[in-house]
């Protein structure tokens, strides 16, 4: 296919990685030929060559830039130890968010099943660097809090895992804006982390609450106490008639007691 524009070498390159990020979004990896490159860019299929070897290569130079431009955005965000814990989980938040907000076609390039053999350079790569980062800041916390820090690490991967999936789905499902949204990650992520527990159990599921809910089970249900009225004090119905015979007994306006028959 003959070109019909003139551009210099280092424009046309930009313009295949456009073209490709845009296909790679859309369709995904295996799905994108370089005839459709080639096609999309109105140039010939040696012109893709000439440039990046074949579609792997132009693949893995817009994973690279996307991998790049994310991991500065969550690195910036992350740094500023001495910053209140919440700021950096709300800063983080915001980062990835904004990220897929200006970003929307690498971010689905990244999240897509990746044909690279080199998991250095994966999606799942990044996520690693990312959760190391929480983890270490999450230490600190939870030293400072006198909580024990051998669940640390499953804390960060949930709090990037939480992040990233709910990054995911907005993408997909843009029905609130990016800082409402980050309000809503923060809510459960930080009241979550405030209220942590020191030794955390299951109350109703699981071995240890199961033998629980059977020890207590196995008690003998309380007793009801009855009272019982000895005969001697449960008055006749002689004596019952003969107190309705009995005057009441009244004080009278100047303290002195007058009777009044019934």
């Keep these: 296919m003959a070109n019909t524009s003139r551009m210099t070498s280092l424009q046309r390159r930009e313009q295949l990685i456009r073209i490709g990020r845009s296909l790679f979004a859309t369709k995904g990896f295996e799905a994108v030929s370089v005839e459709e490159i080639a ?3 109105k140039v010939s299929k040696p012109i893709v060559y000439e ?4 579609k792997e290569g132009l693949y893995a130079v817009v994973v690279d830039r996307e991998m790049r431009a994310l991991t500065e955005a969550l ?12 700021q950096i989980v709300e800063r ?3 980062a990835l968010l904004t990220y897929i907000e200006e970003n929307a076609e690498g971010f689905q390039v990244l999240v897509r099943d990746s044909p690279s053999t080199d998991p250095a350079g994966s999606f799942s790569s990044l996520l690693g660097e990312v959760s190391m980062k929480v983890e270490e800041l999450l230490a600190v916390s939870f030293k400072q809090r006198k909580l024990p820090t051998k669940g640390v690490p499953y804390y960060a991967q949930m709090l990037v895992g939480m992040t990233v999936f709910t990054g995911q789905y907005w993408a997909d499902q843009r029905k609130v ?3 409402q949204l980050a309000a809503h990650i ?3 992520a930080w009241h979550g982390l405030s209220r942590l527990e020191a030794k955390p159990t299951l109350l109703f599921e699981g071995a240890k609450a199961k033998r629980a809910h059977s020890s207590a089970a196995a008690l003998p249900a309380a007793h009801t106490v009855i009272t019982v ?3 001697d004090d449960i008055p006749s119905e002689a004596d019952a008639a003969a107190d309705d015979t009995t005057p009441d007994i009244a ?12």
Excluded: C, I
């Design 75 to 86: 690195s910036s965000a992350l740094t500023g130890p001495s910053d209140h814990p919440r």
């Design 251 to 262: 004080a009278g306006p100047d303290g002195a007691t007058a009777a009044a028959a019934r």
């Design 177 to 179: 804006g990016k800082e």
């Design 186 to 188: 923060v809510n459960l």
């Design 229 to 231: 009225t000895a005969a």
């Design 92 to 94: 983080t938040a915001l």
């Design 51 to 54: 440039h990046f070897g074949g």
């Design 39 to 41: 096609a999309s860019a």
